[in-house]
């Protein structure tokens, strides 16, 4: 894995607001990895996130991202702040929009954008939805909207913080293996942060944890239970 080309590196990084939740972040992540974060409920696990994308300031520390500075980072937030009232097309365009350059001509900007859309919907299986209102899908249909308005940026960076939350087991299979491939025609990487620790350590590279006395490390004291005979 090491030899793949390293997308993001984090040194020394502290994250919080007035106070310092989590502190002395390290890691590094290359194409293709997927890094699952699990902790409590209020840890910072969002915190981290927000920051990495840009929307917090960091407290302490580096960040180095290698992925074009428009578009290149792609997150999809824990409430997912769609347009509710615009149809899935129009939310997924916003992606496009804000999207990675597309080295070409303007005068193909806009079908080029258009082409992004209908990739990312039919990758999220949203086609039948596409001039659907996205307040009259369900929670489920709405994190695919949210995931593919991100596939539509073709980020390099992927956060996805509890993108899985309120799928089923098939949607989930649907939703990860339609963003596992984007990742690998696209050498992306994605950081997950996701609640459930079975999840995330079966669909990571590594798992991680954030713990109670401020720091990140390595998932390790929790035995997982073999998966009951059904
Ligand atoms: N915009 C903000 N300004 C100040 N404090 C905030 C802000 N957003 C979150 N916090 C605080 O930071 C702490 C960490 O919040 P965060 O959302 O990162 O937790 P989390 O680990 O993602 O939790 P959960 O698993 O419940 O989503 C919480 O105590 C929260 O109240
Ligand atoms: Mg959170």
Redesign the pocket.
């Known amino acids: 894995m090491s030899d793949r080309k390293l997308i993001l590196s984090v040194e020394n990084l502290a994250v919080?607001?007035?106070v310092e939740?989590i502190s002395k972040i390290n890691l590094e992540i290359r194409a293709g990895e997927i890094i699952a974060i699990v902790?409590?409920?209020?840890?910072?696990?969002?915190?981290?996130?927000?920051t990495v994308a840009g929307l917090?300031r960091p407290l302490a520390g580096e960040i180095s991202c290698n992925a074009p500075r428009r578009g290149g980072i792609g997150y999809i937030p824990?409430r997912l702040g769609l347009v509710r009232h615009t149809s899935v097309y129009h939310n997924v365009d916003l992606g496009a929009r804000s999207g990675t350059p597309f080295w070409s001509e303007p005068l193909t900007w806009f079908n080029r954008r258009h082409t992004r859309v209908l990739d990312a919907v039919n990758r999220m299986g949203l086609v039948e939805k596409i001039d659907e209102p996205v307040r009259r899908l369900s929670g489920g249909q709405q994190r695919r909207v949210a995931t593919a308005r991100t596939l539509a940026q073709r980020p390099k960076l992927i956060l996805a913080?509890?993108f899985l939350s309120e799928l089923d087991d098939d949607n989930i299979s649907i939703v990860l293996d339609a963003v596992k491939e984007y990742m690998k025609e696209s050498e992306s990487a994605m950081i997950i942060?996701e609640?459930n620790i079975r999840r995330a350590a079966e669909i990571s590279d590594k798992l991680l944890q954030?713990n109670l006395d401020g720091k990140l490390v390595k998932f390790v004291d929790y035995e997982l239970e073999p998966l009951s005979e059904e």
């Not at 902790?39 to 927000?50: A, N, Q």
């Open positions: 919080g607001y007035d939740l902790g409590p409920s209020g840890i910072g696990k969002t915190t981290f996130l927000r917090v824990q913080d509890e942060v609640h954030m």
